[in-house]
């Protein structure tokens, strides 16, 4: 079924996942006022959705919920730090609503409400425009383009493969009731953008250069999970490191780029 999640959906369903919402900064900020929409009106009539059909529903949240954070790594813990009026705000704080809404729910209705705070995740299946660093970088690499850094590439960013983040999704949905989150999911190996243009120069034997593009507004500086609560609660912690990930990253983006 299609459907725009900002109108209410009626289904009889046992079990929602709420991943609605770009999370690429190009594609979220295209229409900014659509992306809080979806965000919060998405997030009400789900969970009115799952009010109606005492379903368990996941949030698919975010570490965009800390901003620029002053504490590092992040624990859940922290309660961020972020620009309520800026370019990367209809993000932010859509998704930090979406967070309130589902606590009240569950103050208010008794719900099951089951909250992930995911942190940077790339793997095959990306889209070639997605706009984000790791499919980015791979495709310049590929087609022999200069790899856009912005800034000074300095920043640092810590990047989860997708199966683990599925595998934690779904280690999340399995806990009982009492357990709501939020908590991250995310791998904390941390790397400067830099590195990670170097990582996938050095996979792909490219010899695309390095260009430096100005730093977008409000770009984090540093983030890495701290995955203390998923380790105990979840018996979760991520198994793919960033070289095995973007390896099969890039063998991916290879066949599609050579198919076209
Ligand atoms: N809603 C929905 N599907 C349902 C039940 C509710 O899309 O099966 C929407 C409904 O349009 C409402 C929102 O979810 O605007 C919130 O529902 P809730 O029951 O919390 O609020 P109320 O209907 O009392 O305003
Ligand atoms: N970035 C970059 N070159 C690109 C795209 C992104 O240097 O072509 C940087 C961006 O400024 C940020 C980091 O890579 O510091 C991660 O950006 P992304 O858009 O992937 O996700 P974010 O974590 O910022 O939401």
Known sequence: MRHDVTFPLYVEVDEIYNLACPASPVHYQFDPVQTTKTSVHGAINMLGLAKRTRAKIFQASTSEVYGDPEVHPQPESYWGKVNPIGPRSCYDEGKRCAETLFFDYRRQHGMNIKVARIFNTYGPRMHPNDGRVVSNFIVQALKGEPITLFGDGTQTRSFCYVDDLIDGFLKLMDMPADFTGPVNLGNPGEFTMIALAQKVKAITGSSSPLVHKP??????????????????????????????????????????????
């Open 215 to 260: 730093l977008p507004v409000d770009d984090p500086k540093q983030r890495q999970p701290d995955i203390t609560l998923a380790r105990e609660a979840l018996g979760w912690q991520p198994i793919v490191s960033l070289d095995e990930g973007l390896t099969k990253t890039i063998a991916y983006f290879d066949r599609l780029l050579a198919a076209k």
